[in-house]
């Protein structure tokens, strides 16, 4: 794809001050997308990143701080923003609890920032993609939004939300230039997930090659991550002319997971 694919068209990424968020804005600047990046913070290492994007890519670049557990906040974003021309909805949040003993206030924040933020979002932001004729709806979802996990209710419900969300988006949106989809990765090394490594080195007793290996990538056939590169390389290809009739879809990026 040449680098200036996506000139002239702007990109709001939810939740992308690290991790898959960032890597997804990166790929997206990287061919020539105005990108919007956002968290709930306001600091100034938030408005530097924007900085940093826009100088290495030559795009617009701005950081809009917005919490997405808030509905006024979400819509806010889009009308902040302009609108945009693709939509990623990418701000997440974890809890692992059994049911019986999932707080309630995390279940809100899980089913709040990681579902109905998208639906929030999206509404917000169709109406300037129909007026424009052109539009895509990116949700990034997990192999939880298609299987589940035990401990993980409100992430494994919100998900599959999620799923079921981008299914509807892509059915009023057909035939408008407008797709929706769900890119559900596996396990990515994000700073979150690297972060865990050490605790999990300790709690199994095990060097850092095996926890990967026996613990994290268990369920994860290829043994190996899922890179925040790959993901964003996942949506810039749902934005080009090739992904047009992809619509209404999941895309696993996930190592074989899904297909155990
Ligand atoms: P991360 O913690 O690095 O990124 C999450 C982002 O969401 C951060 O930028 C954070 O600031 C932001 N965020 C959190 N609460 C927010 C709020 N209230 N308002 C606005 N932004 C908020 O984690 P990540 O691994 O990059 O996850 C990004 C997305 O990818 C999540 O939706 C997650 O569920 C999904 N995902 C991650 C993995 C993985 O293995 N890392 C796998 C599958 C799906």
Not at 19 to 34: F, K, R, S
Not at 89 to 115: C, L, S, T, Y
Not at 241 to 251: F, L, N
């Amino acid at each position: 794809m040449s680098d200036a694919t996506l000139r002239g068209k702007r990109a709001i990424v939810t939740g992308s001050n690290s991790g898959i968020g960032l890597g997804v804005a990166e790929a997206l600047a990287a061919v020539g997308a105005e990108v919007v990046i956002n968290s709930f913070t306001d600091r100034d290492e938030d408005h530097a990143l924007a900085k940093e994007l826009a100088d290495r890519h030559g795009v617009a670049a701005r950081y809009i701080a917005a919490d997405m557990s808030k509905p006024a906040d979400c819509r806010a974003l889009v009308e902040k923003a302009g609108g945009c021309d693709i939509l990623v909805n990418n701000a997440g949040i974890q809890h692992v609890a059994r049911i019986e003993e999932f707080p309630r206030d995390k279940w809100d924040a899980i089913i709040a920032i990681n579902m109905n933020s998208a639906f929030h979002t999206t509404a917000a932001a169709l109406p300037g993609m129909y007026a424009a004729g052109w539009g895509r709806v990116i949700n990034i979802a997990s192999a939880h939004g298609l299987t589940a996990s035990p401990y993980k209710s409100a992430y494994v419900a919100a998900k599959h939300g999620v799923v079921g969300l981008t299914k509807v988006t892509a059915l009023e949106a057909a035939g408008k230039g407008i797709t929706a989809n769900a890119i559900c990765p596996g396990y990515v090394l994000t700073p979150l997930v690297e972060a865990q490594i050490p605790d999990q080195m300790k709690t199994h007793d095990m060097d850092r090659e095996t926890v990967i290996r026996e613990v994290m990538l268990q369920r994860q056939p290829s043994k190996q991550f899922a890179t925040v590169e790959q993901i964003g390389g996942t949506a810039v290809f749902l934005c080009s002319e090739a992904a047009a009739q992809i619509t209404g879809t999941t895309i696993s990026v996930d190592g074989g997971w899904t297909a155990l």
